[in-house]
């Protein structure tokens, strides 16, 4: 839990370091702007190695070895899935980044009122 607050807070750093070194001015559509682009980037990352890790690719990946298996000069036992390659879960990046979108959305809830 402690490093899913420092990933948000340095998240925040992030996009208020990003906001100070553009040259938009410093403004609440800003951080709703450059938040939207850091927790999406986050989210997307955190989906792509969810699906990676659920084996969706392992089949794929085994075909495509059957097929192109007289090209090959490594055995099969010696190449990992794709699925093993990934050893770091992805809900931390779906934590920080959904995190991030919602404060996103709750900053463009006070934009638009």
Do not use: C, H
């Not at 040259?23 to 990352?45: A, D, K, M, Q, T």
């Not at 659920?54 to 059957?66: C, E, I, L, Y």
């Not at 990934?86 to 404060?103: E, K, N």
Request: glycine fraction near 6%; aromatic fraction near 12%; proline fraction near 3%.
């Amino acid at each position: 839990m402690k490093k899913i607050i420092i990933g948000i807070a340095a998240v925040q750093l992030i996009i208020v370091l990003t906001m100070l070194v553009r040259s938009e001015p410093f403004s609440l559509l800003s951080y709703i702007n450059n938040s939207f682009i850091y927790g999406g980037i986050l989210v997307f990352f955190g989906a792509w190695v969810f699906v990676v890790r659920t084996g969706v690719f392992d089949v794929f990946t085994m075909s495509m070895r059957k097929v192109f298996k007289s090209k090959s000069t490594l055995e099969d036992d010696e190449m990992r899935l794709p699925s093993e390659v990934l050893a770091f879960s992805s809900s931390p990046l779906l934590i920080v980044g959904g995190a991030t979108l919602a404060a996103m959305a709750i900053s463009l809830a006070f934009y638009q009122s």
